[in-house]
């Protein structure tokens, strides 16, 4: 199973500001199989970036993704209020799917 | 636009078995592969396994493999998760999700259902 590790827990930033969270794999992912959410409190999560690097429908284009192999990356790149949440990385492979444990994004 | 809408909270002591249903729009529902993630409070997502509702085939999470069986019932447009053997630490919010049969992500959800697991 492959392990996918976030970085960093936690990142007190002010709205505005840019936003850079790691989904790191313990073995090499497929692009096309990496994806981003976004969860708020009391909500299920929602679908911001697939195969890595597109956005899904209604996703702001401040909101982007990329990487390959093993190291990932989701970048806001000025966060508005509404951005502060939870965002959680996942992949598909060897018909297994797993998440990271995911990186806050709190007001600093 | 896919619409899930599950079932409501459930409370069952240990040992006990719960069935969650996830009902989807009905012209969408052979159109995904339906998989469910679980959630326990204040913790990240863990995926549980799939089924595609066109054959009833199911893929398990080796965690729960032996204790998880999902199925559907295509006359309803509803898939049903049912989970048995419940210890404390199944307690959780449940939830249903499509996966588009061209991609290996999460495009819908469900609203979530939570299971508490106490004696």
């Known amino acids: 199973e492959i392990v996918l590790t976030q970085s960093p827990g936690t990142l007190s930033l002010s709205p505005g500001e840019r936003a850079t969270l790691s989904c790191r794999a313990s073995?090499?992912?497929?692009?096309?199989?990496l994806a981003w959410y976004q969860q708020k409190p009391g909500q299920a999560p929602r679908l911001l970036i697939y195969g890595a690097s597109s956005r899904a429908t209604g996703i702001p284009d401040r909101f982007s993704g990329s990487g390959s192999g093993t190291d990932f990356t989701l970048t806001i790149s000025r966060l508005e209020p509404e951005d502060f949440a939870v965002y959680y990385c996942q992949q598909y492979g060897s018909s297994s799917w797993t998440f990271g444990q995911g990186t806050k994004v709190e007001i600093k | 636009q896919v619409q899930l809408v599950q079932s409501g909270a459930e409370v069952k002591k240990p040992g006990a078995s719960v069935k969650v249903s996830c009902k989807a729009s009905?012209?969408?529902?052979?159109?995904?592969?339906m998989h469910w993630v679980r959630q326990a409070p204040g913790e990240g997502l863990e995926w549980m396994g799939r089924?595609?509702?066109?054959?009833?085939?199911?893929n398990y999470a080796q965690k729960f493999q032996g204790r998880v069986t999902m199925t559907r019932d295509t006359s309803m447009s509803t898939v049903y998760m049912e989970l048995s053997r419940l210890i404390s630490d199944d307690t959780a919010v449940y939830y249903c999700?499509?996966?588009?049969?061209?991609?290996?992500?999460?495009?819908?959800w469900g609203q979530g259902t939570l299971v508490t697991v106490s004696s």
């Open positions: 999700a499509t996966q588009p049969y061209s991609g290996s992500y999460y495009e819908y």
């Open positions: 009905a012209s969408t529902f052979t159109g995904y592969y």
């Open positions: 089924i595609n509702p066109n054959s009833g085939g199911t």
């Open positions: 073995q090499s992912v497929t692009s096309s199989y």
